[in-house]
């Protein structure tokens, strides 16, 4: 017989594939259905990632470093915005927003961006590219 048994935190139906944690959950009509979400240690590992990224391109012009990095950011919304992940695609926005906050502050010079003016930066004048959820299992056609 098979065992779904995760060896990493003992819940029965739960494991991890392609980089996204599969288990058991419950429809909004109370039916069991299965659901995924990024898995912990590979959204760990991207927000590692994504953190040398933006430290090491921290000299580029704002305009050109957020250009670049809602290139790498949709990337990452296209392969898991998936139904149900919506809390980890969420978790993973608000790290890079306050990773490039502080790598933005830390490029020297005098004048040195407080959050609302952050906040108008990212929102307004050159937005982040905000989360998104491209795979529905609604629109899917078995």
């Known amino acids: 017989m098979l065992d779904l048994t995760n060896h990493d935190n003992g819940e029965k139906g739960v494991f991890d594939f392609l980089g996204f944690t599969h288990y058991m959950g419950k429809s909004r009509k109370g ?8 898995s912990s240690k590979k959204l760990r590992m991207s927000i590692k990632k994504i953190y040398d990224w933006i430290k090491i391109n921290r000299h580029q012009p ?7 990095l ?3 950011l949709r990337g ?3 392969y ?5 992940n919506s809390r980890s695609l969420e978790i993973y926005f608000v790290q890079v927003e ?6 933005i502050n830390r490029r020297g010079g005098k004048r ?3 959050w609302s003016r952050y906040s108008k930066l990212i929102r307004e004048w050159q937005p982040l590219l905000r989360p998104k959820i ?4 609604l629109l899917a056609k078995p």
């Open 134 to 137: 491209y795979h529905s299992f």
């Open 98 to 103: 306050r990773m490039l906050y502080k790598w």
């Open 62 to 68: 704002v305009k050109y470093l957020i250009i670049d």
């Open 76 to 78: 990452y919304y296209q």
């Open 112 to 114: 040195k961006l407080d």
């Open 80 to 84: 898991y915005g998936i139904t149900f």
């Open 70 to 72: 809602n290139t790498k």
């Open 31 to 38: 039916k069991p259905i299965l659901k995924r979400k990024t």
